[in-house]
């Protein structure tokens, strides 16, 4: 009987034991799986990562940001310089209308020039200068004095009016347009004409010289020789210039008059 009590009595301790060993292997399945499986279910269901790019992002502005580039404006104050236009100029047979000047009358400015001898009373204009390129001269640029387009003398607006000491330079065509210096290669040293101003005041000049220049085909030197009698002057004259001779225009008439007495009407 005592045997069958310690029978029974080993047989709760055994069960006994048996039940604590499952209660520990289900509290340590337990942990496990608090601790450990959470950490499983995410690493698997994370994406593989991509490998870290070698280079610099920039960071991508937002498209609510507007950048506004503002750039000083830059304002110079320039002189205004007037450039003159620059057209071709034609040949002596058809040279075209030498635009009036738009400058105001000069003192002693010529307005009319009297040439008893020929039969001339023709008005006089203020002219300029004129740019042209030459195929002939290569690109070099040159200047050339515009011809009234009409029966009138043209005075070169940069010589010396009348009554005063310098070269008052005029001229005109012969063969064209008016023809106002046709018969001019019949004056000679000695006879008259007669200058009148902007108020009507007449200036009276004899001739001294009378000169027949080469001009077409010759050299730059001869050409330059040439142009010395359109040039400023120390003494009060008047230098008339136009082509030569009538049927062409290969030479240069030149006229100069020297002053005898002002006379006033």
Known sequence: MARNRRNRQTAWLGWLLMGLGVLVLGGTAVFWLATRLPDRIAIAQLPTPNPAPTTAVLAEVPPTTNFVLVTPEIVATLPVIATPEL?????????????????????????????????????????????????????????????????????????????????????????????????????????????????????????TNREILPERGQSEAVRLENARWIAPTMDERVTIVTCWPYTDNSHRLVIVAKPVRTMSN
Do not use: C
């Open 87 to 207: 057209r071709e100029l034609p040949s002596e047979a058809s040279m075209a209308e030498a635009p009036t000047s738009m400058r105001q009358l000069t003192d002693g400015q010529p307005q009319r020039l009297v040439i008893p001898k020929l039969g001339v009373d023709a008005p006089v204009r203020d002219v300029g200068l004129s740019a042209i390129y030459d195929p002939t001269q290569g690109s070099d640029l040159f200047y050339q004095w515009q011809v009234p387009a009409n029966y009138a003398a043209g005075w070169h607006h940069n010589s010396a009016p009348l009554g005063r000491a310098g070269n008052t330079v005029l001229n005109g065509h012969q063969n064209v347009y008016g023809e106002v210096f046709r018969d001019l290669e019949d004056l000679a040293v000695g006879d008259g004409l007669i200058l009148y101003d902007e108020d009507g005041r007449s200036h009276l000049y004899q001739i």
